[in-house]
């Protein structure tokens, strides 16, 4: 609060003559209402009032300054219970380090006031008089900063006394100390002071009087404020609990302190109303008073940014600081203090209609915070009570780092054993409290505090760890404030969090199997890790002042390139859809699925922002030396700390390693060998944690500095849990098994499209021949190489001989000797592709379109035609089927597709979707029809596999196997057909030869002469643009040979053709002969018999047997 420009002119206020002093009472300055056990307290505590009268009426700045100061002969001496000397209004602020260094509001001000790091070269001052500064700055703007600087002895003096002596009554109660009462006295004395009228408006110089003034501003009639009326029920009160404080009676010092708290609120309703009739009247002067006053108060709730405060050059200059960002978070502040709209007033009558105009904008704000059930995007049940106290321990979270940062460690102690903010049936709960229920052990498998006590043979670490610093003791009694205050911080967030949650889902999940509805303990838990602080929409406060898990999450996701567009961190969307996931499967009473979503997803994903936090400060703390008081190297060493007891139960020597780098030790550095060790640790311990790699993601985009790249080619990558689940397209589609290494083949395939779009054919060259994205395992989950999809074509002659597709495929094209377009016909997909890297031509994104639909499209077909002969030769075990069908799933949907949606995607997925938007086959799901079909059939198809002993040797397995293959087939020809349609219409000869080599080879099979006519015509790429209506009606006839109708197909939506699509009749004569009844399907075997002949030629026997088997084009003759 250094001095700035003085304002030169106060709107509303001015230096006025002595206000009327009332008739004195008979009760004294209570009135009757209010009894004070020691007169003479009450008689030289409220003289303080005389000393603000006379600032009041001073006739000079001069003369304000000398009664401020004492020169004018100060009537305030020896405020009960001071030891410090004080002898003037000024040295009650001077004073305050020695007198109010512990009181809770003192410390919530001068953490407001002053920077952080001023603590660390002012911690041993003796004055901290922020109070001091505002009197004096107030002084500074003139004329009339008499008035001003009378009232801001008021709103910052007289309050932090009556604060600073409630709370010496509070800890007099603790101990049985009989002042408890007199200390309760000197408060109220100086609450209302001398010459203070009961309920007058102009009279009295004291808090009470500026209650008065704020109604009358609001045009009430002259009556006493509710605030004053309510103050007086609460003292009465608070001497109600002292009476019976004994040092044994903890219940009466725990009420005390709640009353205390009633109290503190009740004056804060006076300082809003008085910060909304200046800010509403234009009067910002006086407004930075009531800012000044408020700020502490809305900064110990975490609502906002309130920075603005710090070594502020423009108090009093009459430009209103912080209009803003107090009027945007107030709503969020009153719901923290627990205030109302009718605690704001009623403001109809005010000569300031603005006012009215702020309270109404306000109040529309104050429901979706007050008594919300939304939790920075997270729905509780209606009503969730205890879901809501729940998340206010995040204020006690905060509101304890105040205290370590200003080294007020015995009222840090106090808020975590007795708590503050979170209520449950009317009694305050602690951190203390909730610490020894998230730690206690259960005997359940894989507990979490089981492993916790196991590794630091202690039940209860957390709370040892904590009060371990709170009292000096353990490794942090030489650290530094700053130090200590980010420890305590850490483990609140990173390791309680963590205990807390899991301790409440097992609860929730004890309630699902008795029967009973465990929800409330999923949203207790989710409040707990996101907190209240967060607000109640999504991406949580934009501020970033959250203190819980959640908040550490977004403060971290930047790191790593993991936060999503709405706010929040990737982790973050992950845990709360699994929390919603878990509710589901609660409220349908699953537990057994709800359970498998909190150790399989939940709970590991919760590690996730401690990892990342973790590897960004060790990658900072590198630099720190010895003996360091960087505040990070705290944090880092109970990150670690949160992590250990997991990682120690994957693998002991990846704990050691982490602990030994990342130990809080001032005589050591820290991080000494650097970040590698600490990654190559997690490498070899996320599997078993259950951690995506690629969820954390890499830190600072380094290569290197990735839990999933490798340091350097002799380090190996780390495969998850091969019963991982995998979503894909926006959970599209869920697998089993892990296959995300497969789907990310999609990645090669955008950066392909990415660098030929730029013109850039060489790296896609590169990415297309040597992979870039897709890893592959081995049986141990070690990546041997990287997956390439030229690959899937050049080795096709090796990996496809049981593929019936590709096979009939080879034939139809390869020339006498084997060849087709001078190479090898068996590689004719990568033939194709290289056509267009090798052209001179801009061929724009088609070789990567064509890697698509000839490459990867044929590696699908291949791995559902691999499964039948691995069945019929008895060559699955257990998951193997159903690894092998979710691979199919990451083939064709790959990574980053959404469903139903055209624009993403980079696979046959994607182009299903785009097919089907241009011939109108959208099925009213929004899904493209040929797509839903396929799914519906490859979930068939797992369901097939997943039966005990499906493939022992009964052929019914292979036989329904068999038969959903041979349907899902079908629904990608209708993709590859509508793309052949389309790009003839558009006349794109180089699409239409891409997508020719998916369908006219197939023809071969059913009809010579039109697969003669369209591979002239189309392979060779020979049409002129009269020939296409004459194409597409031939495409049209052989739609039965795959398989399909004119219905599968559509009708183009933008291009007009003269081909008509039209259905054959079911009593079509055949070669003269006409049937009396539908034959059509038996007709076809003559088409199996076609395709059995090409089998044999190709020396494909299993293929064949099962064509001989099962059939394939006649299901006429299908057996059941």
Same mark, same amino acid.
């Given at each position: 609060?250094?001095?700035? !420009? ?76 001071? !030891? ?58 003139? @004329? ?27 800890? @007099? ?55 004053? #009326? ?69 900064? +110990? ?40 709209? /009718? ?100 005997? #359940? ?40 205050? @980010? +420890? ?58 959250? &203190? ?113 780098? &990342? ?17 190559? +640790? ?55 098994? #892990? ?38 395992? $081995? ?8 997956? +390439?999809?030229?690959?899937?074509? !050049?080795?096709?002659?090796? &990996? ?62 291949? =791995?559902? #035609? ?13 998951? $193997? ?8 799933? @990451? ?118 002469? &039109? ?25 049209? /006839? ?39 009844? =539908? ?42």
């Amino acid at each position: 609060v250094a001095a700035g !420009t003085p304002a030169p002119v106060l709107i509303t206020r001015s230096p006025v003559a002595e206000k009327p002093v009332p008739e004195i009472s008979d009760d004294g300055i209570g009135w009757g209402r209010y009894t004070f056990t020691d007169a003479t307290v009450r008689d030289n505590d409220s003289a303080v009032g005389e000393d603000v009268k006379r600032m009041w009426t001073a006739d000079s700045i001069a003369e304000a300054q000398d009664v401020y100061t004492g020169g004018g002969d100060s009537v305030v001496a020896g405020l009960f219970g001071l !030891t410090a000397t004080i002898n003037n209004l000024q040295q009650i602020s001077t004073s305050a380090q020695t007198t109010m260094a512990t009181d809770p509001i003192f410390n919530f001000y001068r953490y407001a006031f002053y920077e952080p790091d001023l603590f660390d070269d002012q911690e041993n001052r003796d004055v901290w008089d922020f109070a001091n500064k505002v009197v004096e700055r107030a002084f500074s703007t003139g @004329a009339g900063g008499v008035v001003l600087a009378a009232e801001s002895v008021v709103v910052m003096h007289s309050y932090l006394m009556i604060m600073r002596q409630l709370n010496q009554a509070t800890q @007099a109660c603790f101990t049985g100390d009989s002042s408890s009462l007199r200390y309760l006295d000197s408060a109220v004395a100086i609450w209302i002071g001398e010459e203070q009228g009961e309920g007058l408006f102009n009279s009295g110089y004291m808090l009470y009087s500026m209650s008065q003034l704020a109604i009358d501003h609001y045009g009430f009639p002259e009556i006493e404020s509710d605030e004053n #009326y309510e103050l007086m029920v609460l003292f009465n009160d608070a001497k109600s609990i002292l009476s019976t404080c004994t040092n044994t009676n903890t219940e009466a010092f725990k009420a005390m302190r709640m009353k205390v708290k009633e109290i503190n609120t009740a004056f804060v309703k006076v300082f809003v109303q008085n910060w909304l009739w200046y800010a509403s009247a234009g009067d910002k002067v006086f407004q930075d008073l009531f800012t000044a006053a408020l700020v502490p108060h809305m900064n +110990a709730c975490g609502a906002g940014d309130y920075e603005f405060l710090f070594d502020n050059q423009e108090l009093f200059s009459g430009d209103g600081v912080g209009t803003d960002i107090i009027l945007t978070t107030m709503p969020q502040f009153m719901a923290c203090l627990g205030l109302t709209c /009718d605690d704001l007033g009623d403001a109809t009558n005010s000569e300031t209609p603005k006012l009215q105009e702020s309270i109404d904008g306000i109040c529309d704000s104050l429901p979706a915070y007050s008594d919300s059930d939304f939790f920075a995007g997270y729905q509780a049940e209606d009503n969730a009570i205890e879901a809501r106290q729940e998340a206010r321990f995040d204020l006690d979270v905060l509101q304890i780092n105040i205290f370590m940062e200003t080294n007020a460690l015995s009222t840090a102690n106090e808020w975590y054993e007795h708590g503050y903010n979170s209520m449950f049936n009317g009694t305050s709960q602690s951190l203390k409290n909730i610490v020894a229920y998230a730690t206690a052990e259960k005997g #359940y498998e894989d507990e979490l505090s089981g492993w916790w006590s196991s590794y630091f043979t202690d039940a209860n670490y957390p709370d040892k760890f904590i009060t371990d610093i709170f009292f000096g003791q353990g490794a942090y009694a030489q650290a530094s404030r700053g130090q200590k205050a @980010a +420890a305590v911080a850490s483990m609140f967030q990173a390791g309680v969090t963590h205990l807390v949650v899991a301790q409440h889902l097992q609860d929730a999940f004890n309630d699902c199997e008795a029967e009973k509805n465990g929800n409330p303990h999923v949203d207790r838990a989710a409040g707990f890790m996101i907190g209240s602080i967060e607000g109640p929409r999504s991406g949580g406060n934009p501020a970033k002042t959250g &203190t819980m898990l959640y908040g550490l999450a977004n403060e971290i996701c930047e790191f790593f390139d993991k936060c999503e567009t709405g706010g929040d961190a990737t982790a973050n969307e992950f845990i709360l859809f699994a929390f919603d996931d878990i509710k589901q499967w609660l409220y349908d009473n699953n537990c057994d699925s709800g359970i498998s979503i909190a150790r399989e997803s939940l709970l590991p994903m919760l590690a996730v922002p401690v990892i990342q936090g973790l590897l960004v400060i060790a990658d900072a703390s590198t630099s720190a030396p010895v003996q360091s008081t960087l505040e990070e190297l705290a944090a880092l060493d109970v990150f670690a700390r949160a992590l250990l007891p997991q990682i120690n139960d994957a693998n002991g020597t990846s704990a050691a390693t982490i602990a030994a780098a &990342t130990d809080f030790n001032p005589n050591q550095k820290a991080v000494p060998d650097g970040t590698a060790p600490i990654f190559d +640790a997690l490498r070899f311990v996320l599997n078993f944690m259950k951690v995506d790699c690629d969820v954390i993601g890499t830190l600072d985009a380094v290569s290197t500095q990735s839990t999933c790249a490798p340091q350097n080619d002799d380090v190996p990558l780390i495969a998850p849990p091969s019963d991982t689940e995998t979503k894909l397209g926006d959970d599209l589609y869920t697998t089993t098994t #892990y296959v995300k290494n497969l789907a990310d083949i999609a990645l090669d395939i955008k950066q392909m499209e990415d660098n030929l779009e730029l013109g850039r054919k060489e790296p896609a060259l590169v990415i297309y021949k040597d992979g870039q994205n897709s890893p592959i395992y $081995d049986k141990f989950g070690i990546k041997t190489d990287v997956r +390439a999809i030229a690959d899937f074509s !050049t080795n096709a002659s090796n &990996t496809m001989s049981n593929n019936p597709i590709y096979q009939v495929t080879v034939f139809a094209l390869e020339d006498e000797i084997g060849e087709y377009l001078g190479k090898d016909a068996r590689s004719y997909a990568d033939t194709v592709v290289m056509s267009f890297f090798e052209s001179q031509d801009d061929s724009s994104t088609i070789a990567a379109e064509a890697a698509v639909v000839l490459n990867i499209g044929m590696e699908v077909i291949n =791995e559902l #035609y691999q499964q039948l002969d691995n069945c019929r030769n008895l060559r699955i075990r257990d998951d $193997d089927g159903i690894h092998s069908i979710d691979q199919v799933a @990451a083939l064709y949907i790959g990574d980053g597709e959404i469903s139903g949606n055209s624009n993403q995607g980079h696979l046959l997925y994607n182009l299903a979707e785009k097919m089907a938007i241009t011939f109108g086959t959208v099925d009213p799901s929004g899904v493209a029809t040929a797509n839903l079909k396929f799914l519906r059939l490859l979930t068939e198809a797992r369901l097939d596999l997943s039966f005990p002993q499906a493939c022992s040797g009964d052929l019914s397995t292979v036989r329904k196997l068999t038969r959903t293959v041979n349907k899902m087939i079908p629904q990608m020809t209708v993709v590859q057909v509508q793309a052949l349609i389309h790009s003839l219409l558009e006349n794109d000869k180089k699409r239409v030869f891409v997508h020719s080599h998916a369908v006219v080879p197939l023809i071969r099979a059913c009809n010579e002469v &039109t697969f003669d006519y369209l591979r002239s015509k189309l392979l060779n790429v020979t049409y002129q643009e009269t020939e296409i209506d004459a194409i597409i009606t031939r495409i049209y /006839d052989s739609l039965f040979c795959f398989g399909l109708t004119c219905e599968d197909i559509g009708t183009h939506q933008e291009k007009e053709t003269g081909a008509k699509c039209t259905a054959p009749s079911s009593l079509a004569p055949m070669v003269g002969y006409r049937p009396r009844k =539908e034959v059509t399907e038996y007709a076809k075997v003559d088409l199996d018999i076609k395709y059995l002949d090409i089998l044999m030629i190709k020396g494909a026997l299993g293929p064949a047997l099962d064509l001989y088997q099962f059939g394939l084009h006649s299901s006429g003759l299908a057996a059941d």
